[in-house]
């Protein structure tokens, strides 16, 4: 049973990595969302799913790279990854700025209760998510491979792919990036200001319509960066490939206690390798369950997280 | 017009309430009668307007409109009576339906013997789900719901013992009661059973609500901290209403699968509960007239227009986005009214 | 494949058996304390019915409670005073069960209210009123009575499902004696206005009416004459002296320096978290820190 586990121990950590950061992207939009509103963003699992057609669009129909037997010449595969990237970050995070304006906006100008609020997200998740489904005739959508997947070198039976190491790269640098921008631009001070206390910050001048746009923009960008470099790897994506995504980055946004920055990385990269090693223990297909029972289990028993100091100090 | 104009001001439930509560006992009886011997000979009626182009009318006023009513019935208990969101709630279908597949396929009950042992398992798996969930709060419970109802069905799919995504075939319908008799090409009988209960719910329903239970989950749903602070046990309330909405979504998976004759996990997937609560949002949360009237029409739609019914999910989901954005009370809002007597003297004042 | 499954159902169980023993304990430890209060009922006159022990609690870094002390004898009116901020209704929220105490603890006839569920904490008698109007909107005002009174009905939803006798009889009971209540407050005639309609002065008694409800043992309301006019505010202070007269006992926050002295029996003074005087109306009213703390702030602190 646990053989697999203790055989190719090293090589699963590496994948578990890997997979922990496209969790620790998606977990920023919803903390950056919950960190401003005190709501789950429910919708941020197809501002995802938005941005993996975004990516393949790019990249198989305009770029033209449809051949997909092997890696692609360097000069065009960085042209691609470049503005592939790019392009599945901005369309996730309009996206996103669409939902906000679309479900969030109208129900908090007038001050509504909660429900209605939750229900309105969910309106739109399902919305976009039915007209991607349409559109795409209920079919999975196949990536053309741009990046062949040969390991570069191997370490301890790990081997390091392209695809694995441009994921961890890129994603850990844009994480430190978003991590300073919160803490020391002028707008990032601006979100933690209403993070922190959302009367207080109104009084000192703070537009909060244009503050929880930009935040619902930046969790959007993040949530469309780990769009690109799903879709780098699994090559494929489907109208309803946020809704796992969407409840593991969630998890990994509750264990790192939600409202943290940093607890979602330390949160997505836990769950990533938690997740590998359970699934070579159980069988991919008892992934999800996995993951739900994690969330339960950290909902009832540490519900500010398991690295969640105190919330309200450490909060976005 | 005058109607539409009450229906704008939204108080034609204040209007029906009121007119109801001046009618005398005798009166009541015979309207209550009528609308239900009305209701009851719809099935009569598939003809001309109401007929149904895309499939059977008989088999539509059983699944999707009846069955629509009943489930959205008894999630309306659950977020209409106590504001709880169950974003879960097909799995209490999925949890009926299985029994009575399992049951009827191996052992030589029948559904009636069968539905209060599935009523049962759905109301105890609503307690295993809700201890732990309903510490929860708003958006927690929600995502926990409905990732418990990912599990049952991906369990479902999982399960080589019970069909795995094949599921399970050759259900047995219900046995027949004297001269009624229950088969697929006249559905009539399903009907009358899905009426019955229906009515069985709006009873409870209405008996709870004016009762302590009712008032407890109408504290919780208002302000749960001062519900609590006020005396009322309220994890016990919650799971009372987490556990009722699970046995109406029981009962109603047993009939819907003794009726299918085939069931697999494919049936139970979170677009069910996404449906019947777009049916309680656009109806109008926890009102029992407003919950019919919304299922009824947004289960009767996508039947009798056929472009509707290829889009169906996205005209549910914009139906929640829009009725929560310009009428959040839905189509026919909950009490606003106060009795008519207090009413007068204040007129007077 | 049933690894996950047995883990997920293992958890359930585990969680619904630790729920259901720690209401176990609770109901016990409850009957226990109401023998015990009937024969303490019939003793001395003057006894202590709540105590506040060394009561401390903290937010992040604010002190908002520091060792205060404090006793509540049966049947008397104890105004609770102090500057914004000093904290007040603090005190009632660690009393309610609504914050846990950093330290100290609360007594109730001597039993200790550490980790008590709220709803148990309403069940043995506390009731309060609330700083900013909390009451149900969306029911009419005897219902707001009556959920109170539910409190100590004990046939549940299923008796009331199927219309039980006894459930009859205690729907019955409660409607009347919410009416009662209501009665005795002086605003019946709203009984069945809803309460979100009601003018503000009527919300304010219908929260004292909602409180009384759950007939408490100590009544704790939070500055109940809050916007209210002269005139009112005399009316009030005839109702919280006969609610007091009624046999309940009031622990009550208010600024009104003239009501206070008209009916409190004794004054306790908060300030920065800390009680700073606790005696007589007439000798809190001239003691020299009291006067510093309401005359002396310093500019930056208000
Ligand atoms: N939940 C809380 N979190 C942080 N600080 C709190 C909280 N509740 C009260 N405080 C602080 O405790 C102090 C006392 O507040 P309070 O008891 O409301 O004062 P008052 O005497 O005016 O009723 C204040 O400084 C307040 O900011
Ligand atoms: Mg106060």
């Not at chain 2, 009943?70 to 299985?98: C, E, Q, T």
Request: charge should be positive.
């Amino acid at each position: 049973m646990f053989s697999t586990l203790i055989d190719q121990f090293w090589s699963l950590t590496l994948s578990g990595i890997a997979l922990g950061f496209i969790y620790v992207l998606i977990s920023l939009g919803y903390t950056m969302v919950y960190g401003v509103l005190r709501m789950i963003n429910f919708a941020n699992s197809e501002i995802f799913m938005f941005g993996t057609f975004a990516t393949i669009v790019i990249s198989r129909d305009f770029l033209g790279n449809v051949d997909g037997t092997k890696s692609l010449p360097l000069p065009k595969l960085i042209l691609t990854i470049t503005l592939c990237l790019l392009g599945s970050m901005l369309v996730s995070g309009l996206v996103a700025v669409f939902v906000e304006l679309v479900a969030y906006r109208r129900l908090r100008a007038r001050g509504t209760n909660k429900l209605a609020t939750l229900i309105s997200a969910i309106g739109i998740s399902i919305v976009l998510s039915e007209f991607m489904r349409i559109i795409t005739n209920s079919r999975p959508t196949l990536n053309p491979r741009v990046l062949e997947k040969k390991s570069l070198f191997e370490i301890a039976g790990a081997s390091f792919r392209m695809d694995t190491v441009l994921t961890i790269i890129f994603a850990a640098v844009l994480f430190v990036v978003l991590d300073r921008f919160v803490k020391f631009s002028r707008l990032g001070r601006a979100i933690r200001a209403v993070s922190m206390n959302e009367d207080a910050s109104k009084l000192m001048g703070v537009d909060l319509n244009k503050v929880i746009s930009a935040t619902f923009l930046i969790g959007g960008l993040m949530s469309g960066a780990a769009a690109f470099f799903y879709t780098l790897t699994y090559e494929n994506t489907k109208f309803n490939v946020g809704f796992t995504l969407g409840l593991a980055a969630f998890t990994a946004a509750v264990i790192g206690g939600i409202g943290n920055i940093r607890g979602a990385f330390f949160g997505g990269l836990s769950l990533g390798l938690v997740e590998v090693y359970a699934s070579s223990i159980l069988g991919t297909e008892w992934k999800s369950v996995t993951v739900f029972i994690i969330l339960v289990l950290v909902l009832v028993l540490k519900p500010n997280g398991i690295f969640g100091e105190a919330v309200q100090q450490t909060r976005a | 017009m005058k109607l539409l104009n009450r229906l704008r001001e939204g108080n034609l439930r204040d209007w029906g309430a009121s007119f109801w509560e001046q009618s005398s006992p005798t009166k009541r009886k015979v309207i209550a009668t009528s609308l239900i011997g009305f209701a009851a000979l719809a099935p009569f009626m598939g003809f001309g307007l109401l007929d149904t182009p895309v499939s059977d009318y008989g088999a539509v006023l059983v699944y999707p409109v009846g069955m629509f009513i009943l489930m959205a019935l008894g999630l309306n208990i659950v977020v209409g009576k106590s504001g709880l969101l169950d974003l879960g709630y097909v799995a209490f279908f999925a949890i009926g339906a299985y029994t009575m597949a399992i049951l009827g396929t191996r052992t030589s009950l029948n559904t009636w013997e069968i539905m209060p042992i599935g009523i049962a398992l759905a109301m105890l798996a609503g307690l295993i789900l809700g201890l732990p969930a309903l510490r929860l709060r708003g958006d927690y419970l929600a995502i926990v719901t409905l990732g418990f109802g990912e599990i049952v069905r991906i369990s479902a799919l999982n399960t080589r013992e019970i069909g795995g995504p094949n599921g399970i075939a050759n259900v047995p319908v219900p046995p027949s009661i004297g001269p009624i008799k229950f088969s697929l090409n006249d559905q009539k009988a399903f009907f009358w059973v899905v009426l019955i209960m229906i009515l069985l719910t709006i009873w409870m329903i209405r008996r709870l609500s004016v009762r302590r239970a009712g008032r407890a989950w109408e504290a919780i749903r208002q302000d749960e901290d001062v519900a609590e602070l006020m005396g009322v046990h309220t994890l016990k309330y919650k799971l009372w209403s987490f556990s009722l909405g699970a046995a109406v979504g029981g009962a109603a998976g047993v009939l819907y699968a003794s009726k299918t004759l085939f069931i697999a996990p494919e049936m139970f997937t979170l677009n069910v509960s996404i449906l019947i609560l777009a049916c309680v949002v656009f109806g109008g949360m926890g009102n029992i007239w407003g919950v019919v009237l919304g299922a009824a029409i947004l289960a009767y739609l996508p039947e009798r227009i056929r472009f509707i019914s290829d889009a169906r999910l996205l005209v549910f989901g914009l139906a929640l986005v829009i009725t929560m954005n310009f009428r959040p009370d839905g189509l026919l809002p909950r009490k606003k009214r106060e009795k008519a007597i207090v009413k007068s003297t204040q007129d007077g004042i | 494949m049933y690894n996950v499954l047995f883990v997920y159902l293992a958890m359930a169980v585990l969680i619904s058996i630790d729920t259901i023993r720690r209401d176990r304990i609770q109901k016990g430890k409850d009957q226990e304390r109401y023998v015990q209060e009937r024969t303490l009922l019939g003793q001395k006159t003057k006894r202590v019915l709540l105590e506040l022990k060394n009561l401390t609690i903290t937010f992040g870094g604010v002190t908002a409670l520091n060792a205060v002390n404090l006793k509540i004898y049966q049947g008397e009116i104890l105004a609770l005073i102090g500057p914004n901020g000093a904290g007040k209704t603090t005190v009632f929220n660690v009393v309610t069960g609504v914050y846990r105490a950093t330290s100290g603890e609360v007594l109730l006839n001597e039993q200790s209210l550490d980790g008590m569920k709220r709803h148990h904490i309403t069940k043995i008698g506390i009731a309060r009123t609330f700083q900013n109007i909390r009451l149900f909107g969306d029911m009419t005002a005897l219902e707001n009575v009556i959920t109170g009174t539910d409190v100590h009905k004990r046939s549940g939803l299923l008796g009331g499902l199927f219309g039980m006798p006894r459930a009859r009889r205690e729907e019955k009971a409660g409607r009347v004696k919410a009416h009662e209540i209501l009665q005795f407050i002086g605003i019946d005639e709203y009984s069945d206005r809803l309460a979100r309609n009601l003018p503000y002065g009527v919300q304010r008694r219908l929260e004292i009416a909602r409180a009384l409800g759950t007939n408490p043992q100590l009544l704790l309301l939070d500055e109940p004459a809050a916007g209210f006019n002269p005139a009112e505010k005399v009316e009030l202070a005839n109702t919280i002296k006969k609610i007091r007269d009624a046999g309940y006992t009031v622990l009550l926050i208010e600024h009104d320096m003239s009501l206070i002295m008209g009916i409190s029996d004794r004054v306790a003074v908060l300030d920065f978290g800390q009680k700073i005087a606790d005696d007589l109306p007439s000798v809190v009213q001239n003691d020299k820190r009291v006067i510093e703390a309401y005359l002396g702030v310093p500019a930056d602190a208000s």
